[in-house]
């Protein structure tokens, strides 16, 4: 092995591992926030059920990706965050037709009025931040796939 060849193996490593712990952050970035809505009790009793369910079933997937970049790990995460992603659109389209879904105050006069219901800014953002960690575990999925003896070799590391 040539010393470039070291050099390429220990960047694709670096660059896998910085990858799983990118992925990580957001994932728990997104179980903190949405622990906190949940703690504020903002929304109604079954969006606070959703989310901390959704807490639940993410948080433990953000320490095997921290540590171990496992791939049954990413899938759940991009299934989890492709659940939320429709969950947030039902809710941002539930609080044009009304005030159904996500409401707060004046959204029906909004609506009425043809502007965007408050609050439609942050669902958006949030639905941005939804797709991107799903992308974010998918490419890390497909790394992993594509360098199976690096992945092996470094994201066991701690």
């Known amino acids: 092995m040539s010393v470039a060849a070291g050099w390429g ?7 896998l591992v ?9 994932t728990a970035a ?6 906190w809505l949940a703690a504020g009790s903002q929304h109604g009793t079954w969006l606070n059920v959703l989310m901390l369910a959704m807490v639940a079933v993410c948080l433990p997937c953000t320490l095997h990706i921290w540590r171990h970049g496992r791939p049954r790990a ?3 995460v991009m299934a989890a965050a492709l659940a939320m ?40 953002a ?10 974010i575990a998918a490419t890390l999925l497909a790394r992993l796939r594509a360098e199976p003896r690096l992945a092996e070799s470094g994201l066991k590391r701690s």
Request: with cysteine; aromatic share 2%; glycine share 16%.
């Open 126 to 135: 949030v639905i941005a931040l939804e797709m991107t960690t799903a992308l």
């Open 18 to 26: 910085f990858h799983s712990r990118i992925c990580a952050a957001v």
């Open 74 to 76: 990413l899938r759940q």
């Open 85 to 124: 992603t429709g969950v947030h659109a039902v809710l941002l389209l539930g609080t044009g037709a009304g005030g159904a879904g996500h409401s707060h105050h004046g959204t029906a006069a909004a609506a009425a009025a043809g502007a965007a219901p408050p609050g439609s800014g942050a669902l958006l």
């Open 9 to 15: 193996r220990r960047a694709g490593l670096a660059g």
């Open 30 to 35: 997104s179980c903190l926030a949405h622990l």
